[in-house]
């Protein structure tokens, strides 16, 4: 509990996290969260840093801000168990009617064996989002948790979504060449 409650004093988003979500909402594309930390921290994370900077993000004219379909915490009332076993990503397919294995879901997360691990457990697609950069050689990775794609700032996921999936909406990747205002980011 003491861990938790000094998390909970010093958490942050991390930038561009918002940014990015506002663009998943745009796009139609469904989040969810799964995380170890407690109910109590993601309730104080989505009041405190979330909702506030997700409803800053959105234009006025937008109808909703970005929020998480499905969230998964360790105190999940689901007798899920927490991850990396691959339970809360079957829970989220099964919620998604999506089949598992699947490349339609990806698990994007910061640890290799907690997220990047998790996901490969589930048989989804994973990015591994390196903000610390505790991956300087690919090679040194192991199998059982080298992502599909590699992100070093959040702002890269987009672009890298655009290339490896069929995107609907303004700015995606299913959208005529020519006909759009800004270029699908590359």
């Known amino acids: 509990d003491e861990m938790e409650e000094e998390g909970r004093q010093t958490m942050y988003l991390i930038p561009g996290a918002t940014q990015v979500a ?17 109910d109590k921290t993601v309730n104080v994370m989505l009041e405190k840093h979330w909702n506030p900077a997700t409803e800053s ?47 339609d879901i990806l698990m994007v997360g910061d640890n290799l064996k907690h997220d990047v691990g998790f996901g490969k457990a589930a048989g989804v697609s994973t990015a591994f989002f390196d903000f610390h950069r505790v991956c300087n050689n690919e090679e040194e990775i192991d199998d059982d948790v080298a992502p599909d794609l590699h992100v070093n700032e959040i702002y890269d996921l987009p672009a890298l979504l655009c290339k490896h999936y069929s995107i609907d909406g303004p700015l995606g990747t299913n959208v005529p060449r020519g006909t759009l205002k800004y270029s699908t980011p590359e």
Do not use: C, G
Request: net charge positive; proline share 12%.
């Open 57 to 103: 993000a959105v234009p006025k004219n937008k109808e909703a801000s970005p929020s998480f379909d499905i969230i998964l915490s360790r105190d999940n009332n689901q007798d899920i168990p927490p991850k990396p076993h691959p339970a809360s990503l079957e829970y989220i397919a099964s919620k998604w009617s999506i089949d598992l294995p699947s490349k």
């Open 22 to 38: 506002t663009w998943l909402h745009y796009h139609s594309i469904p989040m969810a969260l799964v995380t170890r930390n407690t």
